[in-house]
């Protein structure tokens, strides 16, 4: 077996550490919902975020030849859009109405429409095989979006529409991927863009939804964590590790998040993790890695 390069070393610890840091993300939020609103979550966040990283961001600044090439402003408020407000705020919806196990395990099926949109948008082509895991994948998918009616929950279930909306939140973040790759703007002017346009939009969701600005203590280290780690971290470590290879195989470290938010759901907040559930987890899986395999 061939070694790998160091540049492809070095993308798959960058996606990997992403992996670990959203995949520890989804029952943190889980348990931090249980205190505070999804959009009072986001705002507080974001502001954190931006707080933590202008001084980075500045640095960067300084430290880039005034020679580079300028970012495309249109692209850039469009990227930051879609991969930070749009995709998030379905995403935490969801998770707020479904289980943090089922939201992961959905979240990590991404790939599947980064597949499609590749197919459409990219104009890529896919073989027998790749069709065939696509089609197994999307059928594990839409058995676990519809897992609450399987089990005999109504059509109008919290859980039923939690898992749609993260299914929404993949679209959007597939799109904000395909089209981040082919961009290629700078990883930390996209992430400092997409943490400041975030506090606006955040901003006048908590005002729509009228809950106040005060936060249980209960939500604050969790808040912190998706600030620090979900957003500075794990953002730009996705960002530079999808830059040093194909956007498709990048898209693979996705669904291991499951294995770190799965065991951590279980033990702490207690979830159940039904065969139905490990059924089309397996399902899943298995669909993503037979169309990527490489």
Known sequence: MPALSQSRFKAYSFLLLNACLWGFAAPIIKYSLNFTTPALFLFYRYLIATFIFFPIFLLHRARTSPHAPKANFKWLITLALLGTPLTLLPLFYGLHATTSIEAS??????????????????????????????????????????EPLLSGQPL??????????????DLIWAAFL??????????????????????????????????????????????????????IIAFWAYQEGQRLIEASEAAIFTYLKPAFSIPLSILWLREPFTPLTMIATIVIISGVYLSEKR
């Not at 959905?106 to 895991?133: A, C, D, Q, Y």
């Not at 992430?191 to 604050?220: C, Q, R, Y």
């Open 156 to 169: 109008t279930s919290l859980s039923l529409k939690g898992n749609l909306l993260v299914i929404i939140s």
């Open 178 to 231: 395909i089209y981040s790759k082919k961009i290629h703007l700078d990883p930390i002017n996209l992430s400092f863009a997409s943490f400041v346009i975030s506090i606006p939009f955040f901003l006048v969701m908590v005002l729509v939804e009228k809950s106040g600005f005060s936060l249980a203590p209960a939500a604050v280290p969790g808040i912190v964590y998706m600030a620090i780690g979900g957003s």
């Open 105 to 146: 395990i959905l979240e990590s099926s991404s790939p599947i429409f980064i597949i499609l949109g590749s197919l459409f948008f990219l104009k890529e082509t896919l073989k027998p095989r790749e069709w065939l895991g696509l089609f197994i994948a999307i059928g594990g998918t839409l058995v676990l979006a519809l």
